[in-house]
């Protein structure tokens, strides 16, 4: 009895130490479309509970119906306050970004060079594109289904809304290729003069996390959480068979190769309870959040 009575407070001191020394990467959170900081106090108080110190910060920036500005803007944008906060976390953060917020993470990343991010959380974002009639849809195009959507999405005007510029209609891919300035960008299936530092950059993070699930209800397909996309016909083809990932366009490839794409597949979640459900924090993110 006695011993312990001098060695816990020792070993709490010690406990302590290492928090400081060694302590949790910093992690930002970048927010989906039509939401902002006030939707991620749950996932921030579930980091700083089970990682006691973490020093979590939400974007606070393009929230809700700002949250349609053009893409590259937002990215711009969120650059700026992300890099800050690098700088000042010398042994790296961790980005985790929901929905939207994914794209304009990976933009982030491949247009970042000496970025210092090391794990990369993709919480349900439809990283191979959009396709489907869902609430959001209406929200910006209340009179349009998803088969005339290109119509609007594929022109120069379409191109100021974030929602057309990753709206990746199967049946017009030619069209998608040539109109869409930032998704077949991202991709490498539009060439351009910086695709190979962009990869580069890409693969300096040390691991992808890919989260997504069935009953998302959003993300469609839902698939595209995890690099599937359809085909002209409306078949699911999954992310190895994706020709991205086949010519390792944007690192994709060479990431998976070394081992650092993980993914984590959960139903019953539906796309607004992504970030507030504990099983899917606990079972597809706290280990990463290292
Ligand atoms: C993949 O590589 C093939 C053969 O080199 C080429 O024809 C095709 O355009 C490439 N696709 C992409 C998305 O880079
Ligand atoms: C939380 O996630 C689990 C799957 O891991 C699911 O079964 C459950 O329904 C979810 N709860 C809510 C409220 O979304």
Known sequence: MKTLQVISPMLLLLLLAGVCIDGYKPVVIVHGI????KQFIKLSSFITKIHPGTKVSVIDLYNNIFSLRPLWKQVEGFKKAISSIMQSAPNGIH?????QGGLICRALLSTTPHHNVHTFISLSSPLAGQYGDTEYLKRVFPDYAKRMVFRVC??????????????????HRSKYLLKNDFLPKLDGEKQHKDMTAWRENFLRIKKLVLIGGPDDGVITPWQSSHYGFYDSNENVVEMKNQEFYRNDTFGLKTLDARGDVSTCVHSGVKHVEWHSNFTVFMSCMEKWLT
Do not use: A, K, V
Not at 95 to 99: A, P
Not at 161 to 169: G, R, T, V
């Open 95 to 99: 980005l985790l970004c929901f929905s």
């Open 34 to 37: 039509f939401d902002g900081p």
């Open 154 to 171: 594929y022109t120069r005007f379409g191109q100021r809304l974030s929602l057309c510029e990753y709206w990746n209609d199967p049946h």
